[in-house]
């Protein structure tokens, strides 16, 4: 199956107080042609900063990616600068951001928005492109569209500023869609139409999505694999249905756990105890131990590896290491 994106051994790094921390360790993982990705983990996981590493958006920023290599379709973008990465985003991969409202220009009106990405990177005069930006909020649910060409962000819903967002990114057809919590802060009726309007335009596309989350129930219903994170290093990977089915790792289980099951009656719902450690003070051996409910000996000294099985799904716990 021909990979789309490819992530090897990547460590991304910020300064602060001229201190560095290095933030994603280690990082390697591929996305085929047409498939849907979920990148799981709780705040503070990573998985935010794994796809501003992919396009490298560091600008004003203190970030840097240190090692590793990243291609697309084959070719590493690593080290592309800036210039050529702006050809690449929003033409071959786009995203959509966490939250609109901040990530679109407030004093911008909408059709001149979207008509900026189709202008940069299509053929297309100011008519053509105006007309490419009104069917694409068509595209994406939205029955008046030319009305909404000419308000501004602030005129409109939070499903409706979603819907928006999601036209800019596909408005040039990309063929990697990164999708940065594209339902957060939204209601559950909203949520659903949002997610189900993304299925049909990666099928009707062919196009592949990384989407990042923390929520399990988006990604049951809409990926293919899932890599979980944990404090910046991958802790399991595996398909959707294995996944849910066994979770391996103990920090995916405790995730599984804490989603409340319909119709069961409990006092508390399960939680897993402690935080995501901070990048300045990561603890020794395995970063999950001080919060692992099946921690050993060897998890307190030494950090397990990230293992690939014979059935192609990943996990770094030594509960699966022969010896520990």
């Known amino acids: ?19 560095p921390l290095t933030v994603i360790h280690d990082l390697s993982f591929h996305i085929n042609k047409g498939e849907v990705v979920g990148l799981v983990g709780e705040s503070g996981s990573g998985k935010s900063v794994t796809s501003l590493s992919i396009l490298k958006l560091f600008k004003g920023t203190t970030g840097s990616i240190i090692s590793g290599e990243i291609k697309y379709k084959g070719e590493s973008i690593s080290t592309y600068n800036e210039a050529k990465m702006r050809k690449l985003r929003g033409k071959q991969i786009s995203m959509i951001f966490q939250e609109p409202m901040t990530s679109l220009n407030p004093v911008m009106k909408i059709g001149e928005q979207i008509e900026e990405i189709i202008r940069l990177h299509m053929p297309y005069g100011k008519k053509q492109a105006r007309e490419h930006a009104v069917s694409m909020l068509k595209k994406v649910g939205i029955s008046r569209a030319e009305d ?12 409706m500023r979603q819907r928006v967002m999601i036209s800019i990114a596909l408005a040039c057809y990309p063929e990697l869609l990164i999708a940065d919590e594209p339902t957060t802060a939204l209601d559950v009726t909203i949520q659903a139409q949002i997610l189900e309007l993304m299925k049909e335009i990666q099928r009707d596309l062919g196009m592949s999505i990384l ?10 219903e809409m990926c293919d694999r899932v890599i979980v994170m ?4 991958i802790v399991e990977e595996a398909s959707v249905d294995e996944l849910f089915n066994n979770p391996q790792h103990p920090y995916t289980q405790g995730l599984i756990q804490s989603i409340p099951q319909i119709g069961q009656r409990v006092e508390a719902l399960f939680s897993i105890p402690g935080n995501v450690p901070q990048p300045s003070d990561m603890p020794q051996g395995c970063n999950f131990a001080p919060r692992c409910n099946q921690v050993m000996s060897i998890c307190s000294t030494k950090e397990p590896p ?8 990943r996990c770094s716990c030594w509960l699966y290491e022969e010896g520990s």
């Open 306 to 313: 990230l293992t690939t099985k014979a059935d192609r799904r």
């Open 148 to 159: 909404v060409m000419k308000e501004y962000p602030h005129q409109l819903s939070g499903g």
């Open 211 to 220: 989407l990042i989350t923390h929520d399990l129930g988006v990604v049951s």
């Open 1 to 19: 199956m021909e990979k789309i994106l490819e992530v090897d051994k990547v460590a991304t790094q910020f300064v602060q107080n001229d201190q």
């Open 230 to 233: 944990y404090a910046g290093r």
